[in-house]
């Protein structure tokens, strides 16, 4: 009976660790086995040699999803290519400075906007990684001839391949340079230099340099002279005592001249004052001022309006005055003679030449 008990705890231990096994990988693990992803593929001319399956996926150093597969279009889609086919998962929570309900709507806003992928190592130790980023389109995207099943992301060459490829252009262009030539060429030019230094005259230019140094030393000595004697002790002290002269002079009219100041300070103010008062003044005055040219205004007005038929009388008169001394400067123009005769000479008009012709006939 004994055993029987024992036998008992012992299952019941089991099953009961049994349990809480399972609880446990339930509450810690559902997330992952629940957890919604986005397939993404991409592929890559160059070679993947350290990126496996369970490597990352980042944007920026962020973890964003994980290779699922690494493969070939060839085996997948059955087509004709030397790509290398990358399978990858991207979390639902992934951001990739986009904004959107799902991720794929994220990605593929982020790659219109020149999102894209490439192979990124860590450090030295060979392990390979996939790195998402903005590049914009620096770089043709591959070519492919095949409908993708899952969302495209376009790739771009890594930093290796961006490298290799530089120092294996280098090494073309080094290719194509003819080191024979340039050889020969140095070597051309080495013997025209020989040529040229043989050909100069040592001892001439010796002679010529020696006569330049001559010369200085005889240009320096000359200034030496010049700069110790007593003439030129003199011009530097009257020159002092120039500067000297001239200090004084600035500091005696330095008083003066603020004095000048002062007065030009004191007249401005006394103007302000003067301008003011005087505005002050016409402000007082100023209403009544315009109450009297009201008042002036007014009487003329009642005195026009009141002696009016007297004022248009003297207008008429005033006209046919002008008129009549009109016409006497038209006839005074016209006969002169009429300030000594009493009536002005007859105008021979047409009838009266009629009648002295008739008359004359008689």
């Known amino acids: 009976m004994t055993q029987n008990a024992n036998f008992f705890k012992l299952g019941l ?40 399956i369970g490597s990352e996926v980042k944007y920026k150093g962020v973890k964003i999803g994980t290779v699922k597969a690494i493969t070939t279009p060839t085996k997948l889609y059955n087509i004709q290519s030397n790509y290398v086919l990358v399978t990858f998962s991207l979390a639902d929570d992934c951001y990739v400075g986009q904004t959107g309900k799902t991720s794929s709507i994220r990605i593929q806003k ?12 860590k450090g030295l130790t060979g392990a390979a990684y996939l790195e998402t980023d903005y590049f914009g389109r620096r770089e043709t995207p591959l070519e492919i001839t095949w409908q993708p099943t899952n969302l495209y992301v376009p790739s771009r060459k890594s930093s290796m391949k961006r490298m290799g490829d530089a120092l294996n252009e280098l090494l073309d262009h080094l290719s194509v340079v003819k080191l024979t030539d340039i050889t020969a060429e140095l070597k051309n030019l080495l013997q025209t230099l020989n040529q040229k230094a043989n050909a100069l005259n040592m001892v001439q230019i010796s002679s010529q340099t020696e006569s330049l140094l001559k010369e200085v030393r005889k240009t320096n000595q000359t200034l030496f002279t010049t700069l110790t004697s007593e003439d030129f002790t003199r011009l530097i002290a009257d020159a002092q005592g120039s500067f000297t ?19 030009f300070e004191k007249a401005a103010g006394n103007t302000k004052n003067m301008t003011t008062s005087l505005e002050a003044s016409l402000d007082n005055n100023l209403e009544t001022i315009l109450g009297s040219l009201n008042k002036t205004s007014s009487l003329l007005e009642k005195m026009v309006w009141l002696n009016g038929d007297s004022v ?44 002295a012709l008739k008359t004359n006939e008689n």
Do not use: W
């Not at 003297?314 to 009429?338: C, H, M, V, W």
């Open 13 to 52: 231990f089991v099953i009961i660790a049994f349990g809480l096994g399972a609880a446990f990988l339930i509450a810690f693990g559902a997330g992952k086995f629940f957890k919604t992803e986005t397939l993404a593929e991409t592929c890559f001319d160059e070679s993947v040699q350290g990126l496996d």
């Open 110 to 121: 982020a790659i219109a906007e020149g999102l894209s992928i490439h192979l990124a190592f």
């Open 245 to 263: 002269g001239l200090k004084t002079i600035m500091e005696n009219a330095k008083q003066p001249i603020n004095n000048t100041l002062k007065d």
């Open 312 to 355: 248009q009388r003297a207008i008429e008169n005033f006209e046919d005055t002008s008129e009549n001394l009109k016409q006497l400067s038209i006839e005074l123009k016209r006969y002169p003679g009429r300030l000594l005769f009493e009536s002005p000479p007859v105008e021979n008009t047409p009838e009266r030449i009629k009648e």
